[in-house]
């Protein structure tokens, strides 16, 4: 790996290897706890992950999906930056949109006992609430993008085919003094847009 302040290079030993290594040995008993862990910087690694979560290593799609997902569990933001960690470095990586797809919805329950679960392309199943909330942004179609916060500040773009079941899944509430039109999920209510033009009433 490089040293603290340069830019990590792939002669420098087998980088990958070292750090699936590492994620394999923290995360024996379930996800690594990357939230406690604060090691050096030791530079960027050449490794992006797509706006289709497709993960790049030197501009070559990773072909292994388990290589991936033990990646996806060391993964850790600060900021606006990307990076994996272990126990003793930090390297960062480049994330054009958000690390993980929610490509999977399943809904528990019905009313106000309603619990929505999603799977992400790394097999991760994610319970909606408060704390996993959805959040809808506007897209340059003049639609809406919606996300999952998955864990500790990293987020999963809702693939277009779940947002339709979403949709369908919708309802009106009154929220601030407000209709809004929304989803519902563990008690919770997460607003998409105001309910008229929601109804396509301008």
């Known amino acids: 790996m490089a040293k603290q302040g340069q830019t990590a290079r792939p002669q420098v030993g087998n ?4 750090i699936a290594g590492a994620a394999r040995t923290a995360g024996a008993r379930g996800l690594p706890p990357v939230h406690l862990w604060n090691p050096p910087f030791c530079g960027d690694l050449d490794i992006r992950i797509a706006r289709d979560g497709t993960w790049f290593y030197l501009g070559t799609p ?13 993964l ?14 930090k390297v960062g990586i480049r994330v054009d949109d958000v690390p993980f797809l929610a490509v999977e919805m399943q809904r528990e329950g019905a009313g106000a006992e309603a ?11 994610v319970r909606c609430d408060t704390d ?27 693939t277009r085919a779940v947002y339709y079941d979403l949709v369908e ?7 601030d003094g407000h209709a ?3 989803v519902a999920s563990t008690g ?15």
Do not use: C
């Not at 900021?79 to 272990?86: R, S």
């Not at 619990?115 to 199943?125: A, Q």
């Not at 919770?188 to 301008?202: I, K, L, S």
């Open 15 to 18: 980088a990958l290897e070292e």
């Open 62 to 74: 990773i072909g292994r999906p388990a290589l991936v997902r033990l990646f996806s569990t060391v």
């Open 76 to 89: 850790k933001r600060e900021g606006d930056k990307h990076f994996l960690v272990t126990p003793v470095e």
């Open 115 to 125: 619990v929505l679960h999603f799977r992400t392309n790394v097999d991760d199943w």
């Open 132 to 158: 996993h909330a959805l959040r809808f942004e506007s897209a340059a179609d003049g639609g809406l993008t919606p996300y999952l916060h998955v864990r500790s500040g990293l987020w999963a773009r809702v």
């Open 169 to 175: 899944l919708g309802e009106e509430r009154i929220v």
């Open 180 to 182: 809004k039109f929304g």
């Open 188 to 202: 919770a209510f997460f607003a998409m847009a105001d309910a008229e033009q929601a109804r396509g009433v301008t």
